[in-house]
C-alpha cells in the first residue's frame, strides 16, 4: 500500500510540475451555471492552492488549513476541496453544483521554495524524457515515476501548511452569477 501511494503521490506531483493545461478539460465539465468560482489572488510564485468550501459560517478562522480540515466541528460541513498546483496554482477554483445558500470558502496559498522548485523542475525534466508532452498520458507518468525514483537525489516536496496562513470568507449564493465570483481577501 505504501509503495502505491508513494507513486500516486509522484504521479500527482508529475501532473503539476508538467505545466500541462486542463483548462478546456475542466471547462467541458464545470457546470457552469452551477460552479462556483474562488480567486485566491496567488502570487506567481504560488506552487501550491488549497481551497476549501463550507456550508455555514465558521466562528474563527482556524490558524491553518490543516487545523480547518482536522477540526471535528467542521470535518461535517466541509463539502469539497481543491488542490490547484503548477500553472494552474494562480488561477481560480471552481466548486462544481454549488446550490444558492449560505456558505465559507477558505484558501491556503503554497509558495515555491528553492528545493520545491528543484524538485518540480526534475519531475518536469523526467516527463519531458519520456516523451510525455502537453497531453498527460498514465504510461508516460508512469515511466516519469519510475525515473525518479531510481534517482537518489530527488526528494518529493512538501509544502509547510502549518506555516502558510488561512484565508476564509463568508459567501451568499444567489441566482445572481455574480455571487458565484468570489476573490478573497
Not at 21 to 31: E, K, N, P
Not at 32 to 39: G, H, I, R, S, T
Amino acid at each position: 500500500m505504501v509503495r502505491i501511494l508513494a507513486l500516486t503521490s509522484i504521479l500527482s506531483l508529475l501532473h503539476i510540475a508538467s505545466g500541462c493545461d486542463l483548462d478546456d478539460r475542466r471547462d467541458a465539465h464545470s457546470g457552469v451555471d452551477q460552479a462556483l468560482k474562488v480567486d485566491a489572488r496567488a502570487p506567481a510564485e504560488a506552487s501550491q492552492v488549497r481551497f476549501v468550501l463550507l456550508s455555514g459560517d465558521i466562528d474563527e478562522v482556524p490558524a491553518d488549513i490543516e487545523a480547518l480540515i482536522e477540526d471535528p466541528s467542521a470535518g461535517v460541513r466541509v463539502l469539497r476541496r481543491v488542490l490547484l498546483g503548477g500553472i494552474d496554482a494562480t488561477r481560480p477554483a471552481s466548486f462544481r453544483d454549488v446550490d444558492e445558500g449560505h456558505y465559507t470558502v477558505c484558501a491556503a496559498v503554497g509558495l515555491a521554495s528553492g528545493s520545491r522548485a528543484a524538485s518540480e523542475a526534475k519531475m518536469a525534466a523526467a516527463y519531458a524524457a519520456v516523451g510525455g508532452g502537453a497531453e498527460l498520458e498514465a504510461d508516460k507518468l508512469e515511466a516519469a515515476a519510475k525515473l525518479l525514483k531510481a534517482d537518489p537525489e530527488f526528494v518529493v516536496p512538501e509544502t509547510d501548511w502549518s506555516a502558510t496562513p488561512l484565508r476564509c470568507q463568508t459567501v451568499e449564493v444567489t441566482a445572481d452569477p455574480a455571487s458565484r465570483r468570489v476573490t478573497l481577501e
